[in-house]
């Protein structure tokens, strides 16, 4: 099996935010990245305090979203520098990790 250094990158956000669809498209048109997958939260809260949730009783349309992509770690790192420089985020974090891939 194969092994691949990569960074995986976390993006936070709301729904309220109107910013998923520029996000997916600027990390899949533009910038290629190996992968991301998007993540709808059922409840959170941010530095303001405000506990945004999922019930019956109000059926939120601001709830959290989580972005997350890897590539290889100078590629995530242009690519974090470009998306803060493009659009207003303020909660993005990354870490190391390995891709294991099947040797062809």
């Known amino acids: 099996m194969a092994h691949q250094q990569v960074t995986i990158a976390r993006i936070y956000l709301r729904e309220g935010e109107h910013i998923l ?4 498209k600027f990390l899949h048109e ?3 990245v190996a992968g991301v997958t998007v993540l ?7 530095r303001n305090g405000k ?3 999922a019930s019956l009783v109000d059926l939120s349309l601001d709830l959290p979203l989580v972005v997350e992509f890897y590539d290889e770690p100078d590629r995530v790192e242009t690519v974090i520098q470009e998306l803060l420089r493009r659009m207003d985020l303020s909660h993005v974090v990354t870490w190391s990790g390995v ?3 099947k040797e062809e």
Request: no cysteine; proline share 0%.
């Open 51 to 53: 506990i945004r949730t």
């Open 21 to 24: 669809s520029k996000l997916m």
């Open 40 to 46: 709808r939260g059922m409840t959170g809260f941010s």
């Open 30 to 32: 533009e910038e290629r």
């Open 99 to 101: 891709r294991h891939m």
